[in-house]
């Protein structure tokens, strides 16, 4: 390992890695450091918990290890060849439709791809899952792990929910908290929501099948 591969790696378990997991990924780590100190990271677990926040990942090493010039996010697997974003997209609804949609109808929920590109589907929760403080918690510990156990071409799911404009989650959020998915502060992870998610009679019922693809 480089100087700067292991001075990027100190900076992760000193301030990010800890948010990074609150956020649903299982690691994050340094898989390259070239001599034009750009920075390639690989999020483990959940990718997508990752993409939101890398803005503010880069920052924070940047500021910790000045010889860094660029941070970029790798795509998780060696994977096969990533299919065409519109057979992806088809393809992650169509397990949506058959896996995800009827457990979580039981909390008048629903999920629709919204768009995919690059490997990467962007899903948008409906019903009970818009504004629950929840849904961040169901993506990474659910949805994700299952849509990337069935579509190997996949390297992430991102979210593209309009959380504000939830009329009636399933699970509302406390005044004040604005849960995983839209903290002033990505990397700040509000402990009452994460708490919640851990309780077991709370939690999504998706969120606990989940766990068995991570």
Known sequence: MSDLAAEVTAALARSILPSVIA???????VIAAGDDGVITLKADGSPGAVLPIIGRIEAQIRAAVPAVTAVRLASTDPAPQSP?????REAAQRVLDAEV????AA????????SADGGWVRIRLEGGCQGCSLAEVT??????????ARLPGLTGVAGAT???AGTD??????NGDHGTHSSSNPLIVSERVMNTARAPDDSCSLSRAG???R
């Not at 065409?84 to 992806?88: I, P, R």
């Not at 909390?107 to 919204?114: L, N, Q």
């Not at 989650?169 to 406390?174: A, D, H, I, K, T």
């Open 162 to 164: 309009d959380h504000e």
């Open 169 to 174: 989650p399933v699970f509302p959020r406390r």
């Open 101 to 104: 949609n009827p457990t979580i």
């Open 23 to 29: 956020r649903g990924a299982t690691g994050i780590r």
């Open 107 to 114: 909390h008048r929920g629903h999920v629709t791809v919204a």
């Open 139 to 148: 993506i990474r510990q659910g949805i994700e792990p299952l849509l990337r």
């Open 211 to 213: 766990r068995r693809y």
């Open 84 to 88: 065409e974003a519109g057979d992806l």
